[in-house]
């Protein structure tokens, strides 16, 4: 079956330097979710999409910003990229847009490393 | 502020035992529960998910328990097998639309032959 895809999986980048994540959400799902995950840290999350509009917003820098595409794919835009960035980041997908027991599918992650 | 609080962090059994592991949540308005599995580096795979109503959900031998009343939540593996040998986060939804995900610090279970 179908999983939800990450690109690219490693991304090395330098301090003040811009990075876009890509995530392809399992065919027919409409929401997607960011999550950041430190090193050693839970998974935080950083912003959701409904439908192609923002529907929750979490602990997303404001140096980020994310949008959902018409083919309901998502990208993650990362600028002035700091240290503290350095993480894995981890999109998820669900069917039914809002549904409080959706389960949330998971992809392997983008692993950021900035320099 | 939302918390998920699991214990213990690491267990360490023998294959074929059984284990119990905990989850204590303070998140204000209680949405749903849901237990994931996660294996080093890869993104978390969805066990159980439990609602307000719900106090028992299975899947195989993965059995999560929700008390609603005293907010804990136990998640118990039967006949723990070597490929169960991973971390388990508890994550709680809060609001409304009960999608925005609180993760717990996770329990990190490792099963020796």
């Known amino acids: 079956a179908a999983g939800v895809i990450q690109s690219p999986r490693h991304l090395i980048k330098e301090k003040r330097e811009t990075a876009t994540l890509k995530c392809y959400p399992i065919?027919?799902?409409?929401?997607v979710y960011w999550y950041q995950q430190g090193p050693g840290q839970d998974p935080q999350f950083l912003i959701s999409?409904?439908?192609?509009?923002?529907?929750d917003k979490g602990s997303i820098p404001d140096r980020f910003s994310a949008q959902q595409f018409s083919d309901y794919h998502s990208e993650l835009n990362m600028s002035s990229l700091e240290l503290g960035d350095s993480a894995l980041y981890f999109c998820?997908?669900?069917?039914?847009?809002?549904?409080?027991?959706?389960?949330?599918?998971f992809g392997p992650g983008t692993r950021l490393t900035v320099l | 502020k939302n918390q998920v609080e699991q214990s213990p962090q690491s267990l360490i059994i023998l294959e074929g035992k059984n284990c119990t592991l905990q989850?204590?949540?303070?998140?204000?308005?209680?949405?749903?529960l849901r237990w994931y599995k996660q294996d080093t580096g890869r993104g978390p795979v969805s066990l159980t998910i439990?609602?307000?109503?719900?106090n028992t959900k299975s899947n195989g031998r993965y059995t999560a328990t929700l008390d609603a009343d005293t907010k804990q939540s136990s998640l118990h593996i039967t006949a723990s097998q070597l490929s169960d040998s991973a971390s388990y986060i508890c994550?709680?939804?809060?609001?409304?639309?009960?999608?925005?995900?609180?993760f717990g610090g996770g329990t990190r279970l490792m099963v020796k032959p």
């Open positions: 439990m609602t307000f109503s719900e």
């Open positions: 998820a997908s669900s069917l039914g847009g809002g549904d409080p027991t959706d389960t949330q599918y």
């Open positions: 989850c204590n949540y303070t998140v204000s308005p209680f949405s749903n």
């Open positions: 994550v709680v939804s809060a609001g409304n639309a009960g999608n925005m995900l609180t």
């Open positions: 999409f409904y439908e192609k509009m923002q529907s």
């Open positions: 065919p027919r799902h409409d929401t």
